[in-house]
């Protein structure tokens, strides 16, 4: 079995990435900017926004960082957007959900621009997606697909189960997973709520991707031997060890788990490093402006 | 076994909308008027068009064919799209593939203004289809799900394998049959020329829903008794004893698969219909400006 350490290839990643920005710098191009709106004083996305913050310093990226109070109206926020839209030296922008139930989340991702979209959440960076053609990528599937690339994770021809069909995990991972590329060219199948047939399903999978958000869903008999085990689940557990007073579990039973699996990652340290480093590879692109002008 | 009447449904909904649109313009509304490009001379699409033409007729539209040659320039192309966007007549238009080598389709389908993409082709009409927004959704998959309705097939928690994954049939299916929706909410899998499994896939599926354009692909032994089988294959395959020198040759093995079925489209006179009348669907309710304003 082997642990896939999201945390050592997403610092390696950032790496290559601060190298290219000095390289960028050092031949009088411009730093990449990434500018991130953050709402209200919810504790997960104080902590999403502030790795954020630090790994666009590790990237060599300058960063802003855009505070609201809770009681925001919509019509500011949507003026800050407009305002990032149009200020030429922020290359991507995100706005960290989610949002007050007040503030139509919808209604702010279709307000940004797509170029600037890093997210990758608007309707034109999902389309293209699906038809194949570049775009932002939704950072957690691509972060995946990362990580099944340097772990040289074969994926043509094999059944891979994606357990959800979010619009930010579940069915971009879906289309990666399908497409014509490597990673990719797997055979996928969609489990979520409805789905009668989730542990047979499973049980013949040659990948899993967990991404439905309940702690220790997939349990060992779930899972045939040799499988790939993906655990996008990183639900908050109180665990009165921790001085946070919580602990982030998977929607995988790891340790009955683990020992079946050729490769599997573990939560903290695994899916979640390569979601931040995959915003960093889209403010990269962004900045260099290598998908859109 | 119950033979899935495309043929009656689609006239049925012919009417329907024919209905509608005489009360539109009776309370002093605007005919809803679809314009179509046909480049070329390619019998398939010629066949298509008039089809297309003939089902506005019938619905109480108003339609307009623009014709060009084969060795159309994609700037001249590109201006009657921009045209066609600009006229306040035109609710909707398409233009029918292929186009001829020298002319980029996607710059094509990317330079309609999506709100008038009543083919659902355009990257913003497909993003807002994987997230689950109003939007143009694209012909064959939307005629496909009418059927499911109409015959009132279940789907919720059942197990829909997609052969195929096609921009424009194979990936909308699959996103149109996992969606929180009825018909919807099934456990997709999407098979393709790289799945090792397919047959096995198709054995355990509940519905297949076969797209590869492969003649009599998918026989008996890959049904299970009492699936229910839609066929979208059209191959055009010689055939002396038709006046066109051909016939439309389905996916499915019909004769040795429909008793197994407990619903089946036959080929032609299944899907086929149902397509164009997506169509006219998207075009009614760009006339209405019921998604878009």
Same mark, same amino acid.
């Given at each position: 079995?082997?642990?896939?350490?999201?945390?050592?290839?997403?610092?390696?990643?950032?790496?290559?990435?601060?190298?290219?920005?000095?390289?960028?710098?050092?031949?009088?191009?411009?730093?990449?900017?990434?500018?991130?709106?953050?709402?209200?004083?919810?504790?997960?996305?104080?902590?999403?926004?502030?790795?954020?913050?630090?790994?666009?310093?590790?990237?060599?990226?300058?960063?802003?960082?855009?505070?609201?109070?809770?009681?925001?109206?919509?019509? #500011?926020?949507?003026?800050?957007?407009?305002?990032?839209?149009?200020?030429?030296?922020?290359?991507?922008?995100?706005?960290?959900?989610?949002?007050?139930?007040?503030?139509?989340?919808?209604?702010?991702?279709?307000?940004?621009?797509?170029?600037?979209?890093?997210?990758?959440?608007?309707?034109?960076?999902?389309?293209?997606?699906?038809?194949?053609?570049?775009?932002?990528?939704?950072?957690?599937?691509?972060?995946?697909?990362?990580?099944?690339?340097?772990?040289?994770?074969?994926?043509?021809?094999?059944?891979?189960?994606?357990?959800?069909?979010?619009?930010?995990?579940?069915?971009?991972?879906?289309?990666?997973?399908?497409?014509?590329?490597?990673?990719?060219?797997?055979?996928?199948?969609?489990?979520?709520?409805?789905?009668?047939?989730?542990?047979?399903?499973?049980?013949?999978?040659?990948?899993?991707?967990?991404?439905?958000?309940?702690?220790?869903?997939?349990?060992?008999?779930?899972?045939? #031997?040799?499988?790939?085990?993906?655990?996008?689940?990183?639900?908050?557990?109180?665990?009165?060890?921790?001085?946070?007073?919580?602990?982030?579990?998977?929607?995988?039973?790891?340790?009955?788990?683990?020992?079946?699996?050729?490769?599997?990652?573990?939560?903290?340290?695994?899916?979640?490093?390569?979601?931040?480093?995959?915003?960093?590879?889209?403010?990269?692109?962004?900045?260099?402006?290598?998908?859109?002008?």
């Amino acid at each position: 079995m082997t642990l896939i350490d999201g945390k050592a290839v997403s610092a390696q990643i950032k790496q290559e990435i601060a190298a290219e920005v000095e390289q960028i710098v050092a031949a009088g191009g411009k730093r990449p900017h990434l500018a991130a709106i953050l709402v209200g004083h919810d504790g997960g996305s104080e902590t999403y926004v502030a790795n954020k913050v630090k790994a666009c310093e590790a990237c060599g990226f300058k960063s802003s960082l855009i505070r609201y109070e809770a009681d925001v109206t919509e019509a #500011e926020l949507l003026a800050k957007v407009e305002e990032l839209n149009q200020d030429a030296d922020v290359d991507g922008f995100i706005v960290q959900l989610p949002l007050p139930k007040h503030i139509s989340e919808q209604k702010v991702i279709e307000a940004i621009d797509y170029r600037k979209d890093v997210d990758g959440f608007h309707p034109i960076n999902v389309g293209r997606l699906a038809i194949g053609l570049p775009c932002y990528v939704s950072a957690t599937p691509n972060g995946i697909i990362e990580l099944l690339r340097r772990y040289n994770i074969e994926t043509s021809g094999k059944k891979c189960v994606v357990l959800g069909r979010s619009n930010i995990v579940g069915k971009p991972m879906a289309t990666l997973m399908m497409q014509k590329a490597n990673p990719g060219d797997a055979t996928v199948t969609v489990c979520h709520s409805h789905s009668r047939d989730l542990k047979k399903e499973c049980q013949e999978a040659d990948i899993i991707i967990a991404a439905i958000g309940k702690p220790n869903f997939v349990t060992a008999d779930m899972v045939k #031997e040799g499988a790939v085990v993906i655990d996008v689940g990183t639900t908050r557990v109180p665990d009165a060890t921790k001085k946070s007073g919580f602990r982030l579990n998977g929607d995988v039973k790891f340790d009955e788990v683990a020992p079946k699996c050729s490769f599997i990652t573990p939560v903290p340290g695994g899916v979640g490093p390569m979601t931040i480093v995959s915003l960093m590879k889209n403010t990269l692109l962004a900045g260099k402006k290598a998908i859109y002008q």
